[in-house]
Nanobody, 126 residues
Framework: VQLQASGGGLVQAGGSLRLSCAASGFASGSNSVAWFRQAPGKEREGVSCIRSFSSGPAYADSVKGRFTFSRDNAKNTIYLQMNSLKPEDTAVYYC????????????????????WGQGTQVTVSS
């Protein structure tokens, strides 16, 4: 199982970025997948997730209405569209996957995921 995250960069506040995470060794469309982020000196934070056999993604309150999680099963790739970016969104963003189906309240918990991508840096300037 491999996850390759890309798409990070430097953007001004109010701008947009789209992160991609290419999966191999498993089908991202039928397993639980998620995006996390970690800012310097802070714990890893769940951003958005989709549990296997679920109808739609869940989002952290801090990104609701600004970020959109999607996936292309044909490309075995998941995406995180980030709009109206704020300086506090600055972090290394990670994609993660699990073959299990976490309980809803555990969907954004890092301990629910056993496979991680390498991370991509997102920096939002004010």
């Amino acid at each position: 199982v491999q996850l390759q995250a890309s798409g990070g960069g430097l953007v001004q506040a109010g701008g947009s970025l789209r992160l991609s995470c290419a999966a191999s060794g498993f089908a991202s469309g039928s397993n639980s997948v998620a995006w996390f982020r970690q800012a310097p000196g802070k714990e890893r934070e769940g951003v958005s997730c989709i549990r296997s056999f679920s109808s739609g993604p869940a989002y952290a309150d801090s990104v609701k209405g600004r970020f959109t999680f999607s996936r292309d099963n044909a490309k075995n790739t998941i995406y995180l569209q980030m709009n109206s970016l704020k300086p506090e969104d600055t972090a290394v963003y990670y994609c993660a996957a699990s073959f299990t189906r976490p309980l809803p309240y555990m969907c954004l918990d890092p301990s629910s995921y056993g496979y991680w991508g390498q991370g991509t840096q997102v920096t939002v300037s004010s």
